[in-house]
């Protein structure tokens, strides 16, 4: 699905950034990341550096990625074509108002990282 749907809709340049679950790690997922965006993807034992334990800040990691899923996986899927117009409705069901309800969110999250000096901080 990443190579065939995710990455041709990438824009030029992009910087891929994953989690550190076991799928993302596989030989065959790095190679495939080394291939398609070379000294640009950020994941485990990559050469990128990522601050070691950072929090993922940003709107997407914080709410978008949480909201579609919960709402793509409301209804259970026939087929691959099923579940990418799923993504896509979900995708455009989220309105202006509810992305600056994020953007103020990660606003206090980012006061909360510089109150901080930077440590570990419980998410409510």
């Known amino acids: 699905m990443l190579q065939l749907y995710a990455v041709p809709q990438f824009p030029e ?3 891929s ?8 790690y596989c030989n065959t997922v790095r190679e495939f990341l080394d291939t398609t965006f070379p000294q640009r993807w950020i994941g485990r034992g990559v050469v990128m550096v990522w ?3 950072s929090q993922d800040i940003t709107p997407l990691d914080l709410y978008l990625w949480g909201y579609v899923k919960q709402h793509v996986h409301s209804e259970r ?6 579940l990418k117009q799923r993504i896509t409705d979900v ?3 989220v309105t202006p108002d509810v992305l600056t309800r994020v953007c103020e969110e990660l606003d206090y999250l980012l006061d909360v990282c510089r109150a901080t000096n930077g440590s570990h901080i419980e998410l409510r």
């Open 17 to 24: 950034q994953l989690d550190g679950s076991p799928p993302h």
């Open 77 to 82: 899927m026939n087929d691959i074509n099923h």
């Open 91 to 93: 995708i455009h069901s």
């Open 51 to 53: 601050p070691p334990r």
């Open 13 to 15: 340049g992009v910087i």
